[in-house]
């Protein structure tokens, strides 16, 4: 009775507990400290600046070419998939700018949802890191699907389901059961709950054997094709301008991954000198490569003869008449899926765990295993999720939810960056940055609504364009910047230029999505509207409650004494 009299108070508290909780601020320093503190043991500092390049290139290669490159190029962009990925590849270096400057400042494995709860709140907070947390366990799950058609292609298996378990009864796009994904997931998740370190060597050394077949796949592509394949047989960009940034839209999904590098600051031994070096650079190899990548697919066959499934397997098979070259991409795109996978589920156990720690979800996810040193309660979890998805799910229901979320968290991270650096609380008013933000993102979503609608296309994009760089102009000259001060570690040059252009370059991808990614979008968002209202903010508020009551009666008792 006692316990239902306690659940019916909580709900009419709850509006009251919002107003406390879901704008509530924490510093770096409580960050760093009394917040890192709540999980028991500290991970262990045991990685250098090349551990992190490493990871970070891990992290992306694999996943983008070898999963969204060929439907990209056959459905979207055509040849032009190069452009795409030039597109994606800027507006994920500037968002890597944003987030290398963040890890500098906060040093804490929370990466995102850190950056946005120290400057716009717990719930703003929470809303990013369940979004890049859900982009995660989908992107995770594709890319342990697409590894049982590569490892099949290495095998000459050319059924896209001969590994997989059709059922009966079960609806079409969920019935073909991905056993050998789901056995991945599960052996890479014993890996990472055993040791960061080990896991990050192993990492390397994938690694390097990944990017010697790259360079394979480049070489012997670009050499056995044909430069005529890029404009037949519709040209070089056959769906056109907006088929290319559609695609850029779609291929920013190969940039997931990065941001992992920032989750791993926590475990760094020289944060300030290795956080931007291996965000930033793993950024620019990976964008060079997926390039060059793009290319020698393109160069082989012509656009409309790209398959679907394993689309480089099949280019070497029926193009260049190398079986054998068509086993080795099978393979070496296998371990680099397993690379991609090892860093992204690295960095997806320290988001939850960090959640956990502010005490948004169940506390005991945060918990960091005394002798290892890792998530581990938070990694076989998340590993438990991606591989009941990828057991079930077909990689176009879950591309239909990536990027969006992504792009999203993105954009807030590039916003959160310029108020950090113009805002100091107490010192000024927030009241002229938040109108720079809301004035740009306007004239962005502006500029994108223009491409949409008929006879406005031209006019309407240079005119919101042009205002989009008249208001960045004035706030440049009129703000100060250096009343909030960047660290004197690291920092974004030329604010706040990159960070703006990154605010615009997300929304206007963000855009080019489909009708269905924002329905879903949608229905994910109420999720996490409704599990902060009747979970998060009940838990924290009542946490931080009995911290203040028991930090009063402990200096009471001291004063007593």
């Known amino acids: ?67 969204t490159t060929g439907r990209v190029a056959r459905d979207t962009a055509g040849p032009a998939v190069l452009a795409s990925y030039v597109i994606a590849g800027v507006s994920a270096l500037l968002s890597s700018f944003c987030y290398a400057e963040f890890s500098v400042r906060v040093p804490v494995a929370g990466g995102a949802f850190s950056y946005l709860r120290v400057t716009f709140g717990e719930f703003v907070g929470f809303f990013g890191g369940a979004n890049i947390l859900m982009e995660y366990v989908l992107s995770n799950a594709a890319v342990a699907r697409s590894f049982t058609d590569y490892l099949a292609s290495t095998f000459g298996v050319k059924e896209p389901n001969a590994w997989r378990i059709v059922v009966d009864g079960i609806p079409e796009g969920y019935n073909a059961l991905d056993v050998p994904a789901v056995a991945l997931i599960v052996i890479i998740t014993v890996c990472l709950c055993y040791s960061t370190k080990e896991s990050s060597m192993l990492n390397m050394v994938l690694t390097v054997f990944h990017l010697l077949f790259f360079a394979f796949i480049i070489v012997v592509g670009l050499w056995n094709g044909s430069a005529r394949n890029l404009v037949r047989p519709h040209g070089l960009a056959p769906y056109g301008v907006r088929g290319v940034v559609d695609g850029a839209a779609i291929v920013y999904f190969s940039y997931i991954g990065y941001d992992s590098a920032s989750t791993m600051a926590e475990e760094i031994r020289d944060p300030a000198r290795a956080l931007p070096v291996g965000i930033a650079g793993s950024v620019l190899v990976v964008s060079a490569l997926y390039c060059l990548m793009s290319v020698a697919l393109c160069v082989m066959l012509p656009y409309n003869e790209i398959s679907e499934t394993a689309p480089f397997s099949s280019a070497f098979r029926e193009k260049v008449g190398w079986r054998w070259a068509s086993s080795v991409v099978g393979a070496g795109a296998s371990l680099g899926i397993v690379a991609s996978l090892l ?145 004197p570690e690291w920092s974004v040059p030329l604010m706040p230029w990159p960070a703006a252009a990154s605010v615009f370059l997300n929304v206007f991808l963000i855009t080019t999505l489909k009708m269905r990614s924002y329905q879903r979008f949608g229905i994910w968002s109420l999720v996490i509207i409704v599990f902060y209202v009747c979970y998060g903010v009940h838990s924290t508020y009542s946490a931080e409650e009995n911290e203040a009551v028991n930090a009063m009666i402990h200096h009471s008792n001291l004063d007593t004494s």
């Open 1 to 67: 009775m006692a316990a239902l009299r306690d659940v019916l108070l909580s709900i009419a508290q709850t509006p009251h507990r919002l107003r406390r909780r879901a704008l509530v601020t924490w510093t770096p320093a409580q960050e760093m400290n009394e917040v890192r503190d709540r999980s028991g043991a500290r991970m262990k500092r045991r990685l250098e600046w090349y551990d992190l390049v490493a990871l970070g290139v891990g992290g992306m290669l694999g996943a983008g070419v070898f999963v």
């Open 343 to 487: 860093v992204a589920m690295l960095g997806q156990a320290r988001y939850l765990c960090v959640i956990a720690r502010a005490r948004l979800v169940p506390s005991w996810l945060a918990k960091v295993h005394p002798s290892t040193g890792t998530p581990m309660n938070a990694t076989i979890f998340l590993g438990f999720c991606t591989a009941t998805l990828a057991l079930f799910t077909e990689l176009q229901i879950v591309f239909e939810m990536i990027s969006i979320g992504t792009l999203l968290v993105f954009y807030l991270v590039a916003n959160a960056l310029i108020y950090h650096r113009y805002v100091k609380v107490g010192a000024n008013r927030p009241l002229h940055v938040l109108l720079f933000l809301l004035l740009l993102t306007l004239s962005s979503l502006g500029f994108s609504l223009s491409r949409k609608i008929d006879g406005w296309c031209r006019w309407g994009m240079a005119l919101f364009g042009l205002i989009s760089i008249a208001i960045t102009t004035i706030f440049h000259c009129t703000a100060r910047q250096d009343v909030a001060g960047p660290p």
